[in-house]
């Protein structure tokens, strides 16, 4: 069965520090991969997607960037936060185009 | 951006009562997905509803799409206390099938 895992649950960086999320899929091939964020109590910004290994569109650049160096693998990266990349960062994959979407459980990022 | 708009933001009623939630989109699509998501988890698909057809359901839910009036709704019959949670539309870019972008979603609380 696929499973995704996305880690760390929580975690809180100084203004200015770097950032890698990472994100992983198990038990499918060439999935679609897309990293969310989601401010308190508010709808999901798309931030990137990527339909296979070096292909990644970005949405909201700003100071994050995507890289995809594993099939199943999925990184969001900043160089230095700001405060206002605080938010709950979701990972998400899926299959073929416009199908469902399975997501990890989330990392909240506190910018401080 | 966002693709979707969930009408209401919010929605408090009675246990076994029924909850409507409608969502409106701009751009043309292949399919909309409905999905719930418990306060800081990750979210959950509940429904896919391919252009081409009017309606769908699944357990106690009800979908229906107007691809005329770039709507669909989301219905929730004989509601429980579990069915307290966010609700949230997506679609896709119609062009861009992989990608997937999410409305601003409905909070909805059921009462004992």
């Known amino acids: 069965s696929q499973t995704i895992h996305q880690w760390p649950a929580t975690l809180v960086q100084p203004v200015g520090s770097p950032l890698s999320l990472e994100c992983t899929v198990e038990?499918?091939?060439?999935?679609?991969l897309y990293w969310y964020r989601q401010a308190a109590g508010r709808g999901l910004q798309l931030l990137f997607y990527s339909v296979g290994i070096g292909q990644i569109s970005s949405e909201v650049p700003q100071n994050l960037s995507a890289s995809r160096p594993q099939d199943r693998q999925f990184i969001l990266s900043s160089k230095k936060l700001l405060l206002s990349d605080s938010g709950f960062y979701l990972c998400a994959w899926s299959v073929g185009q416009g199908g469902k979407l399975f997501f990890g459980s989330g990392t909240q990022l506190s910018v401080l | 951006s966002q693709q979707g708009e969930e009408d209401p933001q919010a929605l408090s009623i009675q246990e076994g009562e029924n909850a409507t939630m409608n969502c409106s989109y701009k751009t043309s699509i292949n399919n909309l997905q409905w999905y719930r998501q418990n306060s800081g988890r990750g979210l959950v698909h509940l429904i896919l509803i391919r252009s081409n057809e009017r309606e769908k359901h699944s357990g106690r839910l009800r979908v229906t799409l107007d691809t005329s009036k770039k709507s669909s709704s989301l219905l929730i019959t004989a509601s429980r206390a579990a069915d307290t949670a966010s609700y949230f539309c997506a679609t896709d870019a119609g062009s861009s099938a992989s990608k997937i972008i999410f409305g601003s979603g409905t909070r909805l609380s059921i009462r004992p």
């Open positions: 038990g499918t091939s060439n999935p679609n």
